[in-house]
């Protein structure tokens, strides 16, 4: 039996997952009227008062699923551990902040717990066809700009310690897909400045490295002015364009054309991109999934990035 902690957006497209898998699991939520909403939409029942007080009543699970608010992710993952759970997915990236992140990883190596950070982009239709042709065709270099939209996000309901770390919690998405891609930096130089009124620690990134798949790389993002998400992979004969994200171009050497590639994405459109075939992988092989000790080591990588992370 797999414990679901959380009743939220997330939680909820979770719950649609499990299900259409066939998983048994049992559902903790924290308000009354959150475990109502769940109900609602899912038609599932969910227990109101928390993972804390839950695990007053309960004997620890065997599996774990966390998609509670950011500021919530350590602390349910550490109460899991806590009383026992030795398999959990937490929810990217795995904690409020790197220090959270870290205590979470550290409670995890002594009790001896497998957990998990869920970066549902790495399971994209578009990411598994990429890969394939990355697999035949190697990869020389690659590009990325992870610009948030700062007009959207400064009137969001969100606290501001969620805001002030939007970096690790929303950009990391775009970057760790790309450094899932095409190998994570060996060498890096970074540049950063500008900033936000609800994002002080930096708005304007740019940079370049070399990856252990010795690709050539750079990024750029600009929170300040308009942009998108992307990524772009350059193999011996394609480039590959994520634009968005969830979707596959093509563009061939000795072509000024692009084409879309044809991907299996019936998955991604049925449920949230990703989330199904993550969930499936945390069930099974464990394939992909991103452990919280690996987590810690690109928090470096995430620190130089924004130095001051």
Not at 105 to 121: I, P, Q, T, W
Not at 177 to 196: D, H, R, S, V
Not at 239 to 254: A, H, N, T, V, W
Not at 269 to 280: A, R
Request: glycine share 8%; charged share 25%.
């Amino acid at each position: 039996m797999i414990l679901l902690v959380g009743t939220g957006y997330m939680a909820k497209e979770y719950a649609k997952v499990l299900k259409a898998q066939k998983t048994d699991f049992n559902v903790v939520g924290r308000s009354q009227k959150s475990v109502d909403s769940f109900k609602t939409e899912t038609g599932l029942a969910a227990v109101p008062g928390g993972i804390e007080e839950w695990l007053k009543k309960n004997k620890s699970p065997k599996a774990a699923i966390v998609a509670v608010t950011e500021d919530q992710l350590g602390i349910a993952t550490r109460n899991l551990i806590n009383a026992g759970c030795k398999l959990i997915l937490v929810e990217k990236p795995g904690g409020l902040d790197a220090k959270d992140i870290k205590k979470a990883a550290d409670l995890a190596k002594k009790k001896r717990a497998a957990v998990y950070v869920g970066y549902n982009r790495r399971f994209y239709a578009s990411t598994r066809k990429a890969l394939d042709i990355i697999g035949k065709e190697g990869i020389l270099s690659f590009s990325f700009d992870f610009t948030e939209r700062s007009y959207v996000i400064a009137g969001l309901n969100q606290s501001d310690k969620i805001k002030n770390n939007w970096f690790l919690q929303n950009s990391s998405h775009v970057i760790d897909m790309a450094f899932f891609i095409g190998g994570w930096p060996k060498k890096i130089k970074t540049y950063n400045g500008g900033t936000l009124k609800w994002h002080p620690r930096g708005a304007i990134y740019a940079g370049a490295g070399i990856s252990d798949k010795r690709a050539l790389f750079s990024y750029h993002a600009n929170w300040k002015s308009a942009g998108r998400w992307s990524i772009e992979i350059i193999t011996s004969k394609n480039k590959l364009i994520f634009r968005p994200l969830e979707k596959l171009q093509i563009q061939k050497y000795g072509s000024m054309a692009i084409k879309d590639v044809n991907i299996n994405d019936k998955l991604d459109i049925k449920y949230k991109p990703g989330l199904y075939k993550q969930v499936q992988s945390f069930l099974s092989n464990k394939n992909h999934l991103l452990t919280i000790k690996e987590q810690i080591k690109h928090l470096n990588t995430y620190a130089q990035i924004q130095k001051n992370i």
